[in-house]
């Protein structure tokens, strides 16, 4: 069916008893990227303008944001294992037989840290386990041997929170190293016992703490304080690799929630590449929360290329921490090219400014309708993410091990479905209340006989210049809402809408476009 665009315009001077548009406060706010499948080629270039005035308005972005997102959740693989982890392996251990020390470590060292960078390279059955741990003892004992008894205790306690059946045998290692063992595993032991509860979108992903499988689904864990390394494997598919820090007599708790991680990107660009334009609808703004609430940013700004009215346009997003819905949106068309000027008005619109002319002010925001589960923060890393709500259910975002589609969530009914004629009944009575104040300015309050001038004079002009536009704003809302529910009964999608309420210097602008 070929729709018309209908447009009404209702312009209120509001004054003070108009709600004012919420802004964005940049003292600790974050910008991220969004695009569907693949970042375009041509997105650096049409995001830089946006990225370089947000700056401006304290906005981080880049590397700087990444930084503090893979501090807590970093790829379960980076680079990658050497190629001949084993034979250099080998070659420190030997190194130590032959007490080269120095050399040991200088061998030795970089292998356990290129092997916790690239925990999820150990969810290979092939992986290099055993060497791991051949690694972690040498390198324990030559750190012992070379003058550096804290950094050898630190080595070994790196070891039996990671394997519980680890041991340093007497035989193969002398008395000094088995005594040294014993003494580290009993000083863990006595630092007592923490729990890490492990909650996975799909029951049959196989939990990893520390380069060990662990167990299959959600699972608590009794584990001596200390920080681990978790990650899930979903079929072939890896989660990110969460840091996190246990404490004794305490609960350290991990969401792992597959869809997101298997969507952030921090490297070459900081933000998300998501599967499918659904799953982007439905799932960009709970992802920019979560990112959010990871690095303990105060505000988030969402950017990148969308398709908006079937034209791909640049699209930009304050998003609320509180909902993941968007509070402000806005997009420009790329066809023609918008040019810098036009690029940084639409910065300045999402972060606080007001709409300019050739920016197209969306709400909802691409068509969403419905807000999305924000998924639980991921733990605690070097930051303390905020607590979240039963909405962030892991499975509420569960995806499938294969592929990484979502699967559908139901969110239920809608509630209520008589807002419109609440609207309605209100704007009648505001605006009625807001005509007869005006007809009583200036008549007199009280009765009087023989002619005589009135001294008592009433003065309700503000009064109803304040109710009629009070008045004013709530008839938008009444005619928004009957126009939305015409559409949602006539037809199966949603009617392409637009909504907005901008502040001017002498009011608000309040506006709707809809279609049929």
């Known amino acids: 069916m070929t729709r018309a665009p209908l447009s009404i315009l209702i312009l209120g001077a509001l004054g003070a008893a108009t709600a004012?548009?919420?802004?964005?406060?940049?003292?600790?706010?974050?910008?991220?990227?969004?695009?569907?499948?693949?970042?375009?080629?041509?997105?650096?270039?049409?995001?830089?303008?946006?990225?370089?005035?947000?700056?401006?308005r304290k906005y981080q972005s880049g590397d700087t944001v990444?930084?503090?997102?893979?501090?807590?959740?970093?790829?379960?693989?980076?680079?990658?294992?050497?190629?001949?982890?084993?034979?250099?392996?080998?070659?420190?251990?030997?190194?130590?037989?032959?007490?080269?020390?120095?050399?040991?470590?200088?061998?030795?060292?970089?292998l356990v840290e290129a092997a916790h960078a690239n925990t999820g390279a150990f969810a290979d059955p092939r992986a290099?386990?055993?060497d791991l741990q051949k690694a972690l003892i040498a390198l324990a004992l030559a750190q012992q041997r070379n003058g550096d008894p804290g950094a050898a205790k630190s080595t070994l306690a790196e070891l039996i929170r990671s394997s519980t059946s680890a041991d340093v045998p007497r035989s193969?290692?002398?008395?000094?190293?088995?005594?040294?063992?014993?003494?580290?595993?009993?000083?863990?032991?006595?630092?007592?016992?923490?729990?890490?509860?492990?909650?996975?979108?799909?029951?049959?992903?196989?939990?990893?703490?520390?380069?060990?499988?662990?167990?299959?689904?959600?699972?608590?864990?009794?584990l001596p304080p200390g920080e681990y390394r978790v990650f899930a494997k979903l079929g072939r598919?890896?989660?990110?690799?969460?840091?996190?820090?246990?404490?004794?007599?305490?609960?350290?708790?991990?969401?792992?929630?597959?869809?997101?991680?298997?969507?952030?990107?921090?490297?070459?660009?900081?933000?998300?590449?998501i599967a499918t334009s659904q799953e982007r609808v439905t799932r960009?703004?709970?992802?920019?929360?979560?990112?959010?609430?990871?690095?303990?940013?105060?505000?988030?700004?969402?950017?990148?290329?969308?398709?908006?009215?079937?034209k791909t346009a640049v699209v930009a997003s304050l998003v609320s921490l509180q909902t993941g819905q968007d509070i402000r949106s806005g997009d420009i068309p790329i066809d023609p090219d918008p040019g810098t000027e036009k690029l940084r008005a639409l910065a300045q619109f999402v972060s606080g400014g007001d709409p300019v002319e050739g920016i197209d002010?969306?709400?909802?925001?691409?068509?969403?309708?419905?807000?999305?589960?924000?998924?639980?923060?991921?733990?605690?890393?070097?930051?303390?993410?905020?607590?979240?709500?039963?909405?962030?259910?892991?499975?509420?975002?569960a995806t499938d091990a294969g592929d990484g589609e979502p699967v559908a969530v139901d969110h239920g009914s809608h509630g209520f479905d008589g807002w419109r004629w609440v609207a309605g009944g209100t704007a009648v009575a505001v605006l009625g209340a807001g005509v007869a104040l005006y007809a009583l300015d200036g008549s007199c309050a009280t009765t009087l006989s023989g002619g005589r001038p009135c001294n008592d004079l009433r003065s309700t002009k503000t009064a109803s210049e304040v109710t009629l536009g009070a008045g004013v704003a709530v008839s938008a809302l009444a005619i928004y809402l009957f126009v939305h529910h015409a559409h949602a009964h006539a037809e199966h999608e949603p009617p392409a809408k637009t909504v907005f309420v901008a502040p001017t210097p002498g009011g608000v602008f309040a506006g709707l476009s809809t279609t049929f």
């Open 361 to 397: 002010v969306l709400f909802p925001a691409r068509g969403q309708t419905a807000s999305a589960p924000v998924p639980a923060p991921t733990g605690d890393g070097p930051t303390k993410p905020a607590p979240t709500t039963a909405a962030a259910t892991p499975a509420a975002a």
């Open 172 to 222: 193969s290692y002398g008395p000094e190293a088995a005594d040294l063992f014993k003494k580290v595993k009993a000083e863990v032991a006595a630092a007592g016992v923490g729990k890490l509860a492990i909650k996975v979108s799909d029951p049959t992903a196989q939990i990893f703490v520390n380069e060990h499988e662990m167990a299959a689904g959600s699972v608590t864990l009794d």
């Open 284 to 310: 960009e703004g709970s992802y920019a929360v979560a990112f959010a609430r990871l690095v303990n940013a105060d505000s988030v700004i969402v950017v990148g290329i969308d398709q908006v009215k079937g």
């Open 66 to 110: 990444g930084h503090r997102y893979d501090a807590a959740a970093r790829p379960a693989i980076a680079n990658g294992l050497p190629a001949d982890f084993s034979a250099q392996v080998d070659r420190g251990y030997k190194a130590w037989i032959a007490g080269q020390f120095g050399e040991t470590v200088k061998i030795l060292a970089p």
């Open 237 to 273: 598919r890896l989660s990110r690799s969460h840091r996190m820090v246990v404490h004794a007599n305490d609960t350290a708790s991990l969401a792992i929630e597959a869809g997101l991680d298997i969507a952030t990107r921090t490297a070459p660009f900081v933000g998300f590449e």
């Open 128 to 130: 290099p386990t055993s």
């Open 20 to 56: 004012t548009i919420p802004t964005a406060h940049a003292d600790n706010g974050i910008v991220l990227e969004s695009y569907t499948n693949a970042r375009p080629p041509d997105a650096a270039r049409l995001v830089a303008p946006l990225l370089e005035e947000l700056a401006l």
